[in-house]
């Protein structure tokens, strides 16, 4: 056995805990748990209602879109119609001038 | 402080809505087609934005509802002739009297048996509504357009949707 060989063996050999580790571990797990609850857990309602603000939001948008596409189908119909008519005074004055 | 509130909406109401009652129910039933549009103030500015500025046809009427504030129409397509009466349109001439209203221009056409009259609205020297009346045998139309309306943007939309553009008319050359 070379000097490496002692070394290694010397540093990856069996160490026993203290024997307050096990209570020491606990203790701190005990201590951490509720600050990492506050921090990382929503309330269950949570996603549910940020699913719902977001489908309302996105429902609300089309909706209020399909309303202004109504809107100005809407108004081209009523400018087409009013245009047809003037078109065709306009057609029977410039007659009536030639 | 109230009754001020209510007294502006008053002020304001006219300007949007209907300049006069079409008061044509009774052909609904009888009509084999109806459009009607009836656009408010509030609804057209909603609209407008829903035009493309891109599109030639869309332009040109996004530019002229710039002054509108109520667009009202009433159109019935009729399977029959004679299924409307001149009756039904006296009710809105009666209406569309001197001094606010002016009949502009009417169109009697014997070949087409198409009347078109075109009459418009003036408060304080400005133009505030025009309204057009077309009665052909088998079709009844009534406009209302509430606002500024630009005769010219309006007639400029002849040369669209698919209507041929109405050209100047040469003036006559005299004779010798």
Same mark, same amino acid.
Do not use: C
């Given at each position: ?29 005990? +201590?951490?748990?509720?600050?990492? +609850? ?21 429902? +609300? ?38 | ?9 008053? @002020? ?19 009509? *084999? ?22 599109? $030639? ?10 002054? =509108?504030?109520? =667009? ?12 409307? *009466? ?17 009949? =502009? ?21 400005? =133009? ?26 309006? @007639?400029?939309? *002849?040369?669209?949707?698919?209507? $041929?553009?109405?050209?100047?008319? $040469?003036?006559?050359? *005299?004779?010798?």
């Amino acid at each position: 056995m070379d000097w490496l060989e002692k070394e290694l063996a010397k540093a990856l050999e069996r160490k026993e805990p203290s024997p307050d580790f096990a209570a020491k571990l606990t203790a701190r797990i005990e +201590s951490e748990a509720p600050r990492r +609850s506050r921090l990382f857990h929503f309330p269950r309602w949570m996603p549910a209602a940020a699913a719902f603000v977001m489908l309302a939001t996105s429902g +609300s948008l089309a909706w209020r879109r399909h309303q202004g596409m109504v809107a100005k189908e809407q108004v081209m119909l009523a400018m087409r119609i009013t245009a047809g008519k003037l078109n065709h005074v306009q057609a029977h004055v410039r007659e009536a001038q030639q | 402080m109230r009754s001020v509130g209510v007294l502006l909406l008053a @002020a304001l109401m006219p300007l949007s809505a209907q300049q006069f009652k079409f008061n044509l129910e009774n052909l609904e039933k009888k009509a *084999s087609d109806t459009v009607d549009v009836s656009l408010s103030g509030s609804t057209l500015q909603f609209a407008a934005k829903f035009l493309d500025g891109k599109d $030639p046809e869309e332009a040109k009427v996004k530019k002229l509802m710039s002054g =509108i504030v109520g =667009i009202y129409v009433k159109s019935f397509q009729f399977k029959a002739e004679g299924t409307w *009466s001149q009756a039904d349109l006296e009710g809105i001439r009666k209406q569309l009297h001197e001094p606010e209203w002016s009949r =502009i221009v009417g169109v009697k056409s014997s070949e087409d048996r198409e009347n078109t009259e075109v009459f418009v609205r003036t408060e304080n020297k400005k =133009i505030a509504g025009v309204a057009v009346i077309s009665a052909e045998a088998k079709q009844l139309t009534v406009v209302n357009i509430v606002g500024d309306v630009d005769l010219e943007s309006l @007639a400029d939309l *002849s040369g669209h949707f698919g209507l $041929p553009k109405l050209e100047a008319v $040469p003036p006559k050359k *005299s004779k010798r």
